[in-house]
């Protein structure tokens, strides 16, 4: 299989040979993008990470055989032009779960799954707000772009140990919001039993 350094040099003298480079990695940056900001600003960012990363294709180092990492350093550094409509995506998130709790159908084994999928988005998405943009960014990359911890650094620009420290900051924090739900469930549940 070509590398993706190989089809971006043979993209400097031949330029329509980068679209084997859009058809590898197109859909893994749209899914990422999508989950960042929503489907209506995911399209144009995804297109404005090709062509820059195109526009860019001269200056890319062709010691790293795999693109990923610097396709997502594009989009990464678009996506920060829109936290705008990141911030909405977060706060539809919360809003889905309210409405699927709300207005879901089903029966009581449904309905208390609801109701516990909604204790959990709402203890878990104030320590989400929460983290600094940087952090949710090294998350994001990790956790939905699936990118390993070497390619997070790739894709910002960061020491593999400013990944480490980042990522272990997020589980504290996100444990923390965990371990709280989850005592408060212990306590609502002995409570009910010892009543």
């Known amino acids: 299989m070509t590398s993706d350094a190989d089809i971006i040099e043979r993209s400097r003298v031949t330029p329509e040979a980068f679209a084997e480079l859009f058809d590898r990695h197109a859909r893994v940056v749209s899914a990422f993008v999508v989950r960042r900001v929503g489907r209506v600003?995911?399209?144009?960012?995804?297109?404005?990470?090709?062509?820059?990363?195109?526009?860019?294709?001269?200056?890319?180092?062709v010691s790293a055989a795999s693109a990923k990492?610097?396709?997502?350093?594009?989009?990464?550094?678009?996506?920060?032009?829109?936290?705008?409509?990141?911030?909405?995506?977060?706060?539809?998130?919360?809003?889905a779960a309210r409405d699927v709790s709300a207005h879901g159908e089903g029966g009581i084994d449904d309905a208390d799954a609801r109701a516990d999928a909604e204790a959990a988005v709402k203890a878990i998405t104030p320590a989400?707000?929460?983290?600094?943009?940087?952090?949710?960014?090294?998350?994001?990359?990790?956790?939905?772009?699936?990118l390993t911890y070497e390619e997070v650094a790739a894709a910002l620009g960061i020491p593999v140990g400013t990944v480490r420290s980042r990522l272990n900051r997020v589980r504290r924090r996100i444990g923390a919001a965990v371990h709280e739900?989850?005592?408060?469930?212990?306590?609502?549940h002995g409570t009910a039993t010892h009543a």
């Open 41 to 61: 600003e995911a399209e144009d960012i995804v297109s404005d990470t090709f062509l820059t990363a195109f526009r860019r294709r001269h200056d890319y180092d």
């Open 128 to 146: 989400l707000r929460r983290l600094s943009a940087a952090d949710r960014e090294t998350l994001q990359l990790y956790a939905w772009a699936d």
């Open 181 to 188: 739900l989850e005592l408060r469930e212990e306590g609502r």
């Open 69 to 95: 990492p610097w396709l997502f350093g594009i989009a990464v550094r678009l996506i920060r032009h829109h936290r705008a409509a990141e911030a909405a995506h977060w706060r539809s998130i919360v809003s």
